[in-house]
């Protein structure tokens, strides 16, 4: 199983961009998925997950309003909309998914590489 995460890059504050991560390797339906961030000396945080069925969403206080997750179990793909960018929003992101996550923050066993964002003022 993989999980290959994409879409980050350097934008201007209050800027949007939107955060792919593509699942190879098995069948995608029933994973609750998750977005993280963290940056270098952080503790790693929980930016926003949504359900295996897409009906339930988590997002963390820091961007509620601004971003949106989503799935597409026939593409295999959840996605991050990210908008109204902010400099304290710059991170790696990763996604991360697991069949057996029974909490918003997972457990997940499958992570992406992490992709970065970078947000300047």
């Known amino acids: 199983v993989q999980l290959q995460a994409s879409g980050g890059g350097e934008v201007q504050a209050g800027g949007s961009l939107t955060l792919s991560c593509v699942v190879s390797?098995?069948?995608?339906?029933?994973?609750?998925m998750a977005w993280f961030r963290q940056a270098p000396g952080k503790d790693r945080e929980l930016v926003a997950a949504?359900?295996?069925?897409?009906?339930?969403?988590y997002y963390a206080d820091s961007v509620k309003g601004r971003f949106t997750i989503a799935r597409d179990d026939a593409k295999k793909t959840g996605t991050l909309q990210m908008n109204t960018l902010k400099p304290e929003d710059t991170d790696v992101y990763y996604c991360a998914g697991d069949v057996y996550a029974t909490t918003w923050y997972g457990p997940y066993d499958y992570w992406g590489q992490g992709t970065l964002v970078t947000v300047s003022s």
């Open positions: 949504i359900s295996w069925d897409g009906r339930g969403t």
């Open positions: 390797g098995r069948s995608f339906t029933n994973w609750p």
